[in-house]
């Protein structure tokens, strides 16, 4: 490859990498996504897109809250925003969610979990076994209570970020086949990402490769502590309507039925390296949670498993921001769980540092100079 120049060039292109090109390039400025397989190949892609705003984890809800209160938020204007200017239908709703119960001990953490979220300003409740059913029967005879929380919502991933990466092609991003292999620079500034291929000469880089992006350590002379976490899903046919809610359970277990008729439930979790292969285990693990949940499901028909890696941090939080000691370098990963929520706020708030504004939430907290601070 000839050495081509741009603004900025985006490293990966999940959501998280198409968001922010999204933001940069509707305001003008010159992006280049570089991706070393396809658009959404990856998590991003096969993702169920469950959009869930509340933070249960008590230590994290000051620092995560506004970051996911925001993005939903985001999430209700960017979708017919981005519906008029692609006309790609990634069929984002809001969504009523059941938090299911089985155990006295489950009943007890989903109450007090329901305190804090209340306190967060969440509209959200408890309701008893009977009250559960009643919003649909299908539901376990064993359920003893659930969650029920008016506050979230869902969207098909991978024509989400479909709809991110034609939108910002349209605002003149462009896409191409690379795979990064390290980032040239003069004193601190920035002045290329080098790709196997080839370079290309950039002032700013930001590098949005999921669970890959510790793979840049060496090049950036810095520690990030990003792992694989393997997740499972399934899709299956089932007779009976759609279910009137998104089903949880056990922090670990997500149902609902989607526009295709058939019903998604995952994930598993699984600490395995960077395996994406469906596996008979994860298999067997899922349609267990799922007739726990469901018990009529015991008839359902697998149409389809997958299996692809969430970006997890050494402490679960995101890693945000420019890189200490580069100007121009921005990392955007470690979205765990809940990338397809943070997406938007992250294509938002990475945009606006490299416009040279200041960061429109507090973003302290997810800098990579929290693994390095003998370095920072
Ligand atoms: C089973 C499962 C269920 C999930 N459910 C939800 C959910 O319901 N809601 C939610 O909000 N989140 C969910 N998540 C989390 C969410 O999917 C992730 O947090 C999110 O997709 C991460 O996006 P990303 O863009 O950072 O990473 P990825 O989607 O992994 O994208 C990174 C991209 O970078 C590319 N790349 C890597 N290295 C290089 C290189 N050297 N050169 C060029 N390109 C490179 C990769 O090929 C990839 O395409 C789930 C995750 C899993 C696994």
Request: aromatic share 0%; proline share 0%; no cysteine.
């Given at each position: 490859m000839k050495t081509a120049k741009t603004d900025v060039v985006i490293v990966g292109a999940g959501a998280i990498g198409c968001a922010i090109a999204y933001f940069l390039s509707r305001q003008g400025?010159?992006?280049i996504i570089v991706e070393k397989d396809s658009l959404g190949d990856h998590a991003s892609g096969h993702a169920p897109g469950i959009l869930n705003p509340q933070?249960?984890?008590p230590e994290y809800v000051d620092i995560m809250l506004p970051l996911t209160t925001k993005s939903f938020q985001l999430h209700q204007e960017l979708y017919p925003q981005l519906l008029a200017e692609t006309g790609v239908d990634y069929y984002f709703r809001r969504s009523a969610l059941l938090g299911l119960a089985f155990t006295q001990a489950e009943a007890q953490e989903?109450?007090?979990?329901?305190?804090?979220?209340?306190?967060?300003g969440f509209e959200t409740s408890w309701l008893d076994g009977d009250a559960v059913r009643l919003i649909d029967s299908r539901i376990s005879p064993e359920v003893i209570g659930a969650e029920y929380?008016?506050?979230?919502?869902e969207l098909d991933s991978y024509r989400y970020v479909l709809a991110l990466a034609q939108a910002a092609e349209k605002y003149g991003a462009e896409i191409r086949n690379g795979r990064f292999t390290g980032l040239k620079r003069k004193g601190a500034k920035l002045t290329g990402v080098q790709l196997s291929s080839g370079e290309i000469g950039c002032a700013s880089a930001v590098l949005a490769m999921g669970p890959w992006t510790g793979q840049a350590s060496s090049s950036l002379g810095l520690s990030i502590p990003i792992r694989p976490q393997k997740g499972q899903?399934?899709?299956v046919r089932a007779p009976g309507p759609p279910f009137a809610t998104l089903l949880a359970w056990d922090a670990s277990y997500n149902t609902t039925t989607r526009q295709d008729g058939l019903v998604y439930h995952g994930a598993t979790?699984?600490?395995v390296g960077f395996d994406e292969e469906p596996s008979a285990e994860g298999r067997d693990e899922l349609i267990n949670s799922l007739v726990t949940m469901v018990p009529s499901l015991v008839a359902a028909e697998v149409v389809l498993q997958t299996a692809c890696l969430r970006p997890l941090a050494a402490d679960g939080l995101p890693i945000l921001g420019e890189v200490p000691g580069w100007n121009g370098v921005y990392l955007a990963t470690g979205h765990w769980t809940k990338g397809i929520l943070l997406s938007p706020v992250t294509g938002y708030i990475i945009s606006e540092l490299?416009?040279?504004k200041a960061a429109p939430l507090p973003i302290e907290p997810f800098s990579v100079a929290r693994f390095n601070s003998a370095r920072a």
């Open positions: 400025v010159k992006v933070v249960a984890i989903t109450k007090d979990e329901i305190g804090i979220l209340q306190k967060q929380s008016q506050d979230a919502g899903n399934l899709r979790h699984e600490d490299i416009l040279g």
